[in-house]
């Protein structure tokens, strides 16, 4: 079983960067592709980004991508969400998930997962 510690949220003014991370507490994440999704207070769940067992591939939801960047750091068993540009909008608690994967290259583009975090809450002050 996965363990995943969200850790890196907090307060920054619009325009302003902030880099979240998620940390395997118990387990590895080798033989699992990653995903960052978040919930805003009254919204459904949006995934925002995904990267592949092998780093080799990444995707990003479109409310996202050119901001956000996600990476991987296997011997550390760590995964990163880089945010920049950020917008009051992406005001949510960020999870970060996991979901076995057989294919290394495969990532995963919708909120699925087997494990996920407790979350690290994300507030962008305008």
């Known amino acids: 079983q996965v363990q995943l510690v969200e850790s890196g949220g907090g307060l920054v003014q619009a325009g302003g960067s902030l880099r979240l991370s998620c940390a395997a507490s118990r387990g590895g994440l080798s033989n699992y592709a990653m995903t960052w999704f978040r919930q805003a207070p009254g919204k459904e769940r949006e995934f925002i980004a995904a990267i592949s067992r092998n780093s080799d591939n990444s995707h990003y939801a479109d409310s996202v991508k050119g901001r956000f960047t996600i990476s991987r750091d296997s011997a550390k068993n760590t995964v990163y969400l880089e945010m920049n540009s950020l917008k009051p909008e992406d005001t949510a608690i960020y999870y970060c998930?996991?979901?076995?994967?057989?294919?290394?290259?495969?990532?995963?583009?919708?909120?699925?997962?087997?494990?996920r975090g407790q979350g690290t809450q994300l507030t962008v002050s305008s």
């Open positions: 998930a996991a979901k076995f994967m057989i294919n290394a290259w495969r990532v995963v583009t919708g909120v699925e997962y087997d494990y």
